[in-house]
């Protein structure tokens, strides 16, 4: 394995998880200095929705979740046909180190004074590289629980538990080749909530907003 290659494959995957994605099309697009200052104060696909409505809200969602998916597998795929790297299980492990360090950077992006967004985009396309079965199961929980509740952040706090569980499924294609999966989906779960630890405190309280659906008007 070159170690050089390596680091910098994974000083790469942060810095494109750290680009700012809502805080540029904000600016660019809709004149707006900080979208941090507005909505619920996240710079996020879903904050980006109730902002600047549904155009810039999906733009910046595709791009969070191509920097997860990016990260997670053209990295290390660069490194593959460099010959940096050899073997199904260090491919993995990279996969999983360069996916995670572009969360990292979307969380706290280097670019935005380390205050970005909940990380659910781009752990979507994270996880799209390592276990796209599982990841278009969950999608399916999300719209799912997003129907029932309106709650954005139920839904994808409610996708990454769904995620987690898929992980100890024995079937094909949802049985993890690694021990380590299972692991990385649990500690997928545990960021969400985490991530979303604000978000709770509103369910619980009963002033977590709502996405107005079609047919919940």
């Known amino acids: 394995m070159n170690i050089p290659l390596l680091l910098l494959a994974l000083l790469a995957a942060y810095l494109l998880g750290s680009i700012p994605t809502a805080l540029w099309v904000g600016r660019r697009f809709f004149g707006l200095a900080d979208i941090r200052e507005h909505g619920s104060g996240n710079a996020g696909a879903t904050n980006t929705f109730r902002v600047l409505g549904k155009k810039a809200g999906s733009a910046v969602l595709l791009v969070d979740a191509f920097k997860g998916f990016a990260a997670a597998y053209f990295l290390p795929n660069a490194l593959l046909s460099a010959g940096a790297l050899a073997g199904a299980q260090n ?10 360090l572009a969360v990292v950077g ?4 280097v670019w935005a004074q380390f205050r970005g967004g909940k990380g659910v985009a781009t752990i979507v396309g994270m996880m799209l590289a390592i276990a796209p079965a599982s990841v278009g199961v969950c999608v399916l929980v999300f719209l799912a629980v997003l129907a029932l509740s309106r709650y954005v952040s139920l839904s994808s706090m409610t996708a990454g538990v769904a995620f987690a569980l898929l992980q100890l499924l024995p079937w094909k294609p949802f049985r993890p080749d690694l021990p380590l999966q299972v692991w990385c989906g649990f500690a997928v779960a545990a960021l969400l909530v985490y991530t979303h630890r604000a978000n709770i405190g509103r369910l619980r309280s009963g002033t977590e907003s709502r996405v107005p659906l079609p047919w919940a008007r």
């Open 91 to 100: 491919l993995f492990y990279v996969r999983l180190a360069c996916g995670v």
């Open 106 to 109: 979307h969380i706290y992006p």
